[in-house]
């Protein structure tokens, strides 16, 4: 079974600064997704890591996937407020079915 | 636009009765789509996968009589939630895969469900 593990589970993140989100998944999995969520919102999709040693940016986030390890990063580079919300990642299992991350809730302060 | 539309947005219902929830793929054919609920901040738990002209496949634990799941046709599913209580007040969210879009799950705008 598909187990899918974040850290940290809730990040205050100063302005300006850099922050990373892991995420460990226990099993192979055929793809890695991140997703943002904002309060009372449904999720919006931020990327899709299909193999080893893919990276993928968007602004100040950047997701990139090692197989190896397990593991997936998102990095968010120089924060700014908008960035405030609740980051998922989340692996699918040999079945097609999604297993979700516990979720990172992000606030950004000046 | 928004590729995958729910409807309601925001539902209250008496406890007891019953309550439908749609999800439509626009613009595209959706053969399988993901019924998924969320408690308060908490993460995504998946209750079903709706597959076009068969019987959902429920996971564990999720009640497939008091979570009805009907995939009628390729662009919509419908949960309905039976015989609705208090404990059922929840966040509910479908998804469906976009074909062509390099394996991106598109997620409805979700539904709150609250049962007085």
């Known amino acids: 079974e598909l187990k899918v593990e974040q850290n940290p589970l809730f990040l205050s993140m100063q302005e300006g600064k850099n922050y990373t989100i892991y995420c460990n998944y226990s099993t192979t999995s055929d793809r890695l997704y991140w997703y943002r969520q904002d309060p009372g919102k449904s999720l919006e999709s931020l990327f899709v890591l299909l193999s080893n040693g893919a990276v993928k940016q968007e602004g100040r986030l950047m997701a990139s996937l090692d197989t190896k390890a397990r593991l997936s990063t998102l990095h968010i580079t120089a924060a700014v407020h908008d960035l405030s919300a609740t980051y998922f990642c989340a692996g699918t299992d040999s079945w097609g079915k999604f297993q979700f991350g516990a979720g990172t809730q992000v606030v950004v302060t000046p | 636009g928004a590729v995958v539309s729910q409807h309601p947005s925001r539902v209250i219902c008496k406890s007891g009765t019953s309550v439908k929830i749609e999800c439509r793929s626009l613009?595209?054919?959706?053969?399988?789509m993901f019924w998924y609920r969320q408690f308060p901040k908490k993460s995504l738990m998946l209750m079903a996968t709706?597959?076009?002209?068969?019987?959902?496949?429920?996971e564990q634990g999720v009640e497939k009589d008091k979570f009805l799941i009907n995939h009628a046709s390729l662009t919509l599913s419908t949960l309905t939630v039976t015989s609705a209580h208090p404990e059922d007040s929840s966040f509910y969210i479908c998804?469906?895969?976009?074909?062509?879009?390099?394996?991106?799950?598109?997620f409805g705008e979700g539904s709150w469900l609250t049962v007085v």
């Open positions: 613009d595209f054919q959706a053969t399988t």
């Open positions: 998804s469906a895969s976009l074909p062509g879009s390099g394996n991106t799950i598109y």
């Open positions: 709706s597959n076009e002209g068969s019987k959902a496949t429920y």
